[in-house]
């Protein structure tokens, strides 16, 4: 079974700060993705990695960086939080783009106050 | 036009009954289908992945492809009370624009009543 995990289900966060959100997949999977969901805007990627140290900008990546050291891991950095991140981020890995089959961790549901 | 079309619902169904979920897309290069289940302040879980045009059978999930018409559904018969969720159709597109991504519909909330 496929197993991806993220750092926190749930953070409150001062805005201003600097966040990290991590992910871990134990499937040797190549590809490893960002998305926040929020009501009625759905899910959105923000970042994604086809590789170590290799990133690629998603559809709203403004007001995130991210980080692949590992292939195991992939780190979601707001640099400033903001209130408008205010979301539930999910962090997603797939195997080599035959099927593409994405899965999911669990989600953080961070609040920024 | 979005490139990923389902109704939002909620799709009211009788437990025991058959659910009909649709899903409608613009790229015609699609080439991987799937269906996710989320269940409310959950994650997606992968239920469902169709490449071909025609049926695809899992337990009491069916997907149907059909590529000429640009459209997916899924069929959930002897619905029960748990499978009330929000499905969301996803599929697979590349493209040297927007290079290699998975695209969701808004997704469609399914209820279940006994």
């Known amino acids: 079974d496929v197993k991806v995990t993220q750092s926190s289900r749930y953070l409150v966060k001062r805005t201003g700060e600097k966040v990290f959100l991590e992910c871990v997949q134990d499937m040797d999977h190549e590809n490893m993705f960002w998305y926040r969901q929020d009501p009625g805007l759905g899910l959105r990627l923000i970042y994604f990695?086809?590789?170590?140290?290799?990133?690629e900008k998603g559809d709203i990546p403004e007001g995130y960086s991210v980080s692949r050291e590992k292939k195991e891991r992939f780190s979601l950095i707001l640099e400033s939080a903001s209130t408008n991140q205010t979301s539930m981020y999910l962090c997603a890995s797939s195997g080599l783009a035959v099927t593409y089959e994405q899965y999911f961790g669990p989600g953080t549901r961070l609040t920024v106050t | 036009q979005k490139e990923v079309e389902q109704n939002s619902g909620p799709l009211s169904v009788p437990e025991g009954a058959i659910a009909s979920l649709n899903c409608t897309y613009s790229d015609r290069g699609s080439q991987s289908f799937f269906w996710y289940r989320q269940y409310s302040g959950k994650s997606p879980e992968l239920i469902m992945s169709?490449?071909?045009?025609g049926d695809k059978e899992d337990g009491r999930f069916t997907a149907q492809l059909n590529k000429a018409s640009q459209y997916v559904s899924l069929l959930i018969r002897d619905s029960q009370p748990s499978d009330s969720a929000t499905y969301l159709c996803?599929?697979?597109?590349?493209?040297?624009?927007?290079?290699?991504?998975?695209?969701f519909g808004g997704g469609t909330r399914v209820l279940v009543k006994p």
């Open positions: 169709i490449y071909s045009n």
């Open positions: 990695s086809y590789d170590v140290k290799m990133k």
């Open positions: 996803a599929l697979y597109t590349s493209s040297q624009a927007a290079g290699n991504k998975l695209t």
